[in-house]
């Protein structure tokens, strides 16, 4: 993070391979990684930041759907585009283009600033060409082009989060087919993390009938991208070194599992703590997220809502934010239950409490089926004691941020 002084990396040079599975286990990510020489002739082996590997099966499976992983050829992509000439003409011909890669607007019509590779998820090796495959540079730079795109206001932010993500995993797939895991690499997929997490925040506040399956599969690419993240850490770790957001990116496995769906996914945490680093589980970071995870499963509401303000960064908050509502209905809960009927709860506190702002609050406790008494000089309360309180199912989807101007100066570049 910030202001902490961080050692120089260099690749390790030889790792060994063994399992395949696909837990997110940071210890076996030695075991995902194997050294392999590359012929002196091939384009990038002149960058001395750029290595070689040949990850196992189960990286590639999470990155690339190939029909034949264990017999694919090495590769060192030559394409010097974002988008194959072949593939960037037969999508012309067939009014394949989305609206970002249309030239002036033409469906039929693109250019090789505009046109980038497709994900496709059967790959035939046996007409896999290197001219197919762009190589780490072009990767990169068609990362940057696809992370500006992320504000966007041309379009509704669905249509740029359909095209980014669709993009961002034909990046990981040419990663993953030229199996490159140098310290570059880290920080392309710590940038796809980023575009994930910052997705989800965004894609709930969005309406429409395919809402819910974005949020999924983006969900999905989040943990895979993450299990892969962590391989890429410990496979370019010296000694006790640490990259510079490391236990940052860390602690995000830990706060995702907030989500009751997240939580029935790999194994527990309880087991997947045993396999982190120790100088990164003793991190701020780390120490966060347990405390928030801490104050979530024994309901201290209010420990939780203003740890949260005061210490998550905006990634972190990112992800808490879903739960917020769920910390929120349980304050109501207990406000309502726990209250004396002739002394009802002013809303100006709870809206401190919560920190929202009052007339959220009260539209948070109509959906929750409660109701406000006014007194006669116009100040808001809320009653105890009422048996009307309800818990939607699904939970609520308004989702009313937390009241900080600490948030609101943050700002996050991919």
Not at 190 to 201: A, L, Y
Not at 339 to 365: H, I, N, R, T, W
Not at 371 to 379: L, P, T, Y
Request: aromatic content about 10%.
């Amino acid at each position: 993070m910030a202001g902490r002084s961080q050692p120089p990396y260099r690749p390790r040079p030889n790792y060994s391979s063994s399992s395949s599975s696909r837990s997110l286990h940071p210890s076996q990510s030695s075991r995902n990684f194997q050294s392999k020489n590359v012929n002196s002739s091939t384009p990038n082996n002149n960058n001395n930041n750029t290595k070689k590997t040949s990850s196992s099966n189960c990286d590639k499976a999470i990155d690339a759907d190939i029909d034949d992983i264990q017999n694919l050829p090495s590769l060192v992509g030559t394409c010097p585009f974002m988008c194959p000439v072949e593939e960037r003409e037969k999508r012309e011909r067939l009014r394949d283009l989305a609206v970002f890669e249309s030239l002036y607007g033409n469906p039929r019509q693109s250019s090789p600033n505009l046109a980038v590779k497709k994900f496709c998820r059967t790959i035939s090796v046996k007409t896999l060409q290197d001219s197919d495959v762009r190589p780490l540079s072009v990767l990169e730079d068609t990362l940057n082009y696809l992370c500006n795109l992320l504000d966007s206001t041309e379009h509704p932010f669905e249509v740029v989060h359909d095209f980014i993500f669709d993009r961002m995993r034909s990046i990981r797939q040419d990663l993953s087919m030229q199996n490159i895991s140098c310290s570059r690499v880290v920080s392309m997929y710590e940038r796809m993390v980023k575009f994930h997490i910052i997705s989800q925040h965004k894609l709930r506040r969005c309406s429409g009938s395919n809402i819910s399956s974005l949020s999924y599969l983006n969900m999905e690419q989040l943990m895979k991208a993450l299990a892969t993240l962590y391989n890429l850490y410990d496979a370019n770790r010296t000694s006790e070194s640490i990259f510079e957001n490391e236990a940052e990116f860390f602690s995000f496995y830990v706060l995702l599992h907030l989500d009751s769906k997240t939580q029935g996914t790999g194994e527990t945490l309880s087991l997947w703590f045993r396999h982190v680093p120790s100088h990164i589980m003793k991190s701020i970071e780390m120490n966060f997220a347990r405390k928030i995870l801490r104050y979530f499963k024994l309901g201290f509401y209010k420990n939780f809502i203003h740890t949260t303000e005061s210490e998550a960064s905006y990634l972190q908050y990112c992800i808490i934010e879903p739960s917020i509502n769920e910390v929120r209905a349980l304050a109501i809960s207990c406000v309502n239950y726990g209250g004396y009927k002739p002394q009802p709860f002013p809303l100006l506190a709870l809206s401190k409490l919560l920190m929202m702002k009052e007339c959220d609050v009260e539209s948070f406790c109509n959906d929750s089926g409660l109701q406000i008494s006014v007194d006669e000089e116009g100040n808001n309360f809320l009653p105890a004691k009422q048996t009307t309180l309800i818990h939607p199912k699904g939970g609520l989807h308004k989702y009313y941020p937390l009241e900080s101007e600490r948030f609101e100066r943050f700002s996050v570049v991919l």
